[in-house]
């Protein structure tokens, strides 16, 4: 019996946009012609299971992948990055919009001590789907020829994706690999699953290894939670398993910081400031609700676990340092608001805005993002200069003390600015 008939076949071309089936269909024919067996796999086969739209293609073959992307793009355009070590290559469609094509040749890996970086060898399917982390990313979607739409289900990932469990493939899977202890509870969450039983008996002895992951590996972990729609229900769970103090023990959870997080992301919603969450990111913010309320020598210990990027980490100490003394700024006039926020960054103003209580501080915070931190005089050095006034320290103090007026109301128009020069001026 040839092999079509032994496997499910998935009705691709009801599933799929007209984009993505116009796409598979060029490289599954640049396939055919190469007798490479090719399949979809991983995230992308899960979500489509799961009736979740699904955007990034994972595409192996059992062959050489970056052979099959240099033919597609001779023949296509467009260009390609190889990485000859792992057999991956990504193939650039000629247009800009495009999506890029991640192409891997199947693989198999060995790791040689428990929580290092795995030996890789090219491989079939079958050892390609066995490295992997959880049942339901072991299914395979083969897409070359006459195989269109068939399903591989070699480690029996459809049964779980059904009963909406995360299994690991074997029982030294979180030894091999402790990120895959936070990779369980991403996907438990995301899809309101269960970690299977059986699974959630091998994390408490694999908690020591979470020591030996580098600050790379586990801070992108960590990232890829906080990115995460679900992310307050996947910290409650990384408590409750215990995933959180082996990383550090300043990395805690409690009821807190779930309030601060859930309510400064709803006031997020409710208060977006253009500028600042442009540089945000989506888990920046989520980092500085988790944390602000550390003392600096604990961001910084935890830094020297997580290298996180310099930019959040000096957030993050600007964050910590105003969540502690933000009570003196009420009572203050705008000019001497401004003086303290100027210099600060803006991400820390604008978490610790959306974090404290209502009141004057809080106005005060709202004031500086809007309004404040943007009032300028109308009077540049320039103009100083055709005021024939000597070049000089004293330019800086005359024009912050036009800011200062025009902050605190003293001065209102443009001829009560002049007027006001004019004094200032005479005084040299
Ligand atoms: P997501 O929706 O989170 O992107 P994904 O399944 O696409 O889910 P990726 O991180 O993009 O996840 O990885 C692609 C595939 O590579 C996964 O489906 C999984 O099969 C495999 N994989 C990723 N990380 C690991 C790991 N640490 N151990 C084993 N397999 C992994
Ligand atoms: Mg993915």
Redesign the pocket.
Known sequence: MPDVLHYPRIELDRSLSAQQLKLLRIVAEAVGTRQMPLYL????V??LLLHIPAT?F?LIVEGDAIALARALAAQYGGRVTAHVRFGTAQWFLPDPDGPALDFISTRSETYKNHGDLPTVKPSRLTDDLA???FTI??LAIRIDGEHWGELRDDLDGLNDLERGLVRVLHSKSFLD?P??LY?AV??EQRYGFQIAPETLNLIPPALHLIASLSAERLRHELD?ILEEEQAVAMLNRLAELDLLQPVHPALAWDDKKRERLINGLRRARDYPIKAVSFSAGKSFLKWHFWLMDLASTDINSLERRLHFHSKLFGSLLASSAMSIDFPSLAGLKPSQCVKRLEGLPLTAVYAVFLSVPDGEVRKNLHNYLETWRHIKPKTNGHDLKKRGLPPGPRYQQVLSRLRQARLDGEVKTEIEEMELLDILTKLV
């Open positions: 796999v991983g995230g992308f899960r979500d990034d994972d490295r992997r982390d990313n072991t690999d990120t895959r990779r991403r996907y890829l």
